[in-house]
């Protein structure tokens, strides 16, 4: 499993809250945060993984940004979130994790060795993106570089915020949120199939370079 480093936060918690310095959440007590430092602690020190070939491995972070690049249409109506899901064997366990903050289109392009992996272009200068709450996702000359909105997200976003949710979502727009976990399927026989997979859910949006 990948230890991903977090950039903390450029306003520091209240002096009453306790920060996680691995993935940045906050608790009330020193309670809270000891269990989950513990968790934290237990997911990061697998032991016993198979040694996977370079190659093998460099083939499938591809086969991952092409799966990618498939939902990064040129389509105003397909905006919003996206899934990709790849077959992905282990043995055992569920794995969970965020990208979200500075940095965090960059962590990725380094794992999946492409920078070109969240974003996508077209004529017109027209480009289909994975939405990071970074101020500089794509350049680095940002004043030559602006985004604009399609209504119809502005739309989506504000019913979003109108809408009264029975429970907090997976992910939040501006996150990118990658899981394994194994999928049953039950037959009518009784048998049952199983296969690991891994799980790529984040937002998309749209914008013409100037």
Not at 139 to 155: G, K, M, T, V, Y
Request: hydrophobic share 30%; glycine share 6%; charged share 20%.
């Amino acid at each position: 499993m990948i230890t991903v480093p977090h950039t903390p936060p450029h306003t520091p918690p209240p002096s009453n809250f306790f920060l996680c310095s691995t993935c940045g959440r906050q608790f009330k007590s020193s309670r809270g945060l000891t269990q989950h430092t513990r968790v934290i602690k237990k997911y990061n020190q697998r032991q016993g993984l198979d040694d996977v070939p370079a190659n093998t491995i460099s083939e499938f972070k591809e086969i991952l940004v092409m799966e990618i690049h498939k939902k990064l249409v040129l389509n105003f109506r397909s905006i919003g979130k996206k899934l990709v899901s790849i077959l992905c064997p282990e043995t055992k366990g569920n794995y969970k994790c965020i990208f979200h903050g500075d940095g965090a289109y960059q962590i990725l392009s380094e794992i999946l060795n492409s920078d070109q992996w969240g974003k996508k272009g077209y004529s017109q200068k027209q480009e289909t993106y994975v939405v990071c709450l970074n101020p500089t996702p794509w350049n680095s000359n940002s004043h030559d570089q602006s985004e604009e909105i399609d209504p119809l997200e502005q739309l989506i976003h504000q019913q979003s915020k109108n809408y009264k949710k029975t429970r907090r979502p997976k992910f939040s727009r501006g996150e990118i949120l990658v899981e394994w976990k194994k999928r049953v399927s039950r037959e009518i026989n009784g048998n049952l199939c199983t296969a690991g997979y891994i799980y790529f859910n984040f937002y998309i949006s749209q914008s013409f370079v100037l």
